[in-house]
């Protein structure tokens, strides 16, 4: 069961979270560092937080930063420091603006 507000985020906003959530051929870059030659930009995101945190790679004096090691600055545009708050729109950088319906079928 869905909340209510999620729910509307749906109905509001189908094309939005169609973006997130379909499943679209990564560039080379990404695949390696994924390991997957498809993935949805939210579980794309998904693994590279999930990296960050098995790797240690949050600023022990500031956790709104990311210190990137060299598997992470290939898909980062190669910057050293991140800000989490940056992290969603550097991954979104690697997905095309139209999702490519014929690499899902």
Request: aromatic share 6%; proline share 6%.
């Amino acid at each position: 069961m869905l909340p209510q507000r999620v729910k509307k985020a749906f109905a509001d906003n189908p094309k939005k979270i169609a973006n997130l959530i379909d499943l679209v051929n990564l560039p080379s870059t990404l695949r390696d560092f994924v390991g997957q030659s498809q993935i949805s930009r939210l579980g794309c995101f998904t693994r590279v937080w999930s990296y960050i945190k098995a790797h240690n790679l949050q600023d022990s004096n500031n956790k709104n930063v990311v210190n990137c090691d060299e598997k992470l600055k290939r898909i980062l545009l190669g910057r050293s420091q991140v800000e989490l708050a940056e992290l969603p729109a550097l991954i979104k950088l690697h997905f095309p603006k139209e999702p490519n319906f014929s690499a899902v079928n």
